[in-house]
């Protein structure tokens, strides 16, 4: 079965700085990796995506995120935060296509970001 | 613009009361799924609809049922809601395996059960 591990309930970044935000998966195979942002009361706005290729992903809204085989982790990362970056962070995994159907994402519990001006 | 629609956005039933939750793409997505999204939980894959064919998660009650009469409309039907059922219901699409199931969602419905 396939997990992902966000270690963080929250993170808390000073507007300007760097901000990363942590996710490690467990999955048979290669996986396939996304990040997801959800503001209150909405549903989830994709952000970015590895499937394969070059480890570093970049993204929406300026954010990339970087895969880590050895690690096992795909953390997402901002060079400068933005007060508006504050949201909750979901970090998923989907196991490798079989051939069997499009099975649905894994989700990590989610970081909420704050980003404090 | 292309997109994901859920209606209503926000739904109060009784306990017990039958509801349906509805779900519209523009996006001839072949791959629609339900999810459920418990307060500050992450979200939970209930089922998915790989063009005609339903596929349920093992875990997910017999309590939720699932329609999909064409490719862009699917439905979340819960047959006698309880108050452990309140969530917010998320509706996702996707296309195929060259983009890696990238899944597009929509707004959500908040169902409260009263």
């Known amino acids: 079965a396939q997990s992902v591990a966000q270690p963080e309930d929250q993170v808390n970044v000073a507007e300007g700085n760097p901000l990363t935000v942590k996710c490690t998966y467990s999955?048979?195979?290669?996986?396939?990796l996304f990040w997801y942002v959800q503001y209150p009361n909405r549903g989830l706005q994709f952000l970015l995506k590895?499937?394969?290729?070059?480890?570093l992903v970049k993204g929406s809204y300026g954010f990339e995120a970087e895969f880590n085989k050895s690690q096992t982790s795909f953390h997402l990362k901002k060079p400068s935060a933005l007060v508006s970056d504050s949201a909750l962070y979901f970090c998923a995994v989907r196991a490798p296509y079989s051939g069997g159907g499009a099975d649905g994402l894994t989700f990590g519990k989610g970081t909420h970001l704050i980003i404090q001006p | 613009d292309a997109m994901v629609i859920q209606n209503p956005r926000y739904q109060v039933t009784q306990f017990g009361k039958p509801v349906t939750l509805s779900c519209s793409q523009t996006?001839?997505?072949?791959?629609m799924y339900w999810y459920q999204q418990k307060s500050s939980q992450a979200p939970k894959l209930l089922f998915h609809y790989y063009d005609k064919d339903f596929n349920n998660e093992a875990d997910t009650p017999d309590n939720f049922q699932s329609r999909r009469p064409n490719t862009s409309f699917c439905f979340l039907d819960i047959r006698s809601p309880g108050l452990g059922d309140a969530a917010m219901y998320l509706c996702?699409?996707?296309?195929?395996?060259?983009?890696?199931?990238?899944?597009?969602f929509g707004p959500g419905t908040r169902l409260t059960v009263t």
């Open positions: 999955v048979s195979g290669n996986p396939y």
């Open positions: 996006l001839n997505h072949n791959v």
């Open positions: 590895y499937i394969t290729g070059d480890n």
């Open positions: 996702a699409t996707s296309r195929d395996q060259a983009r890696g199931w990238e899944q597009y």
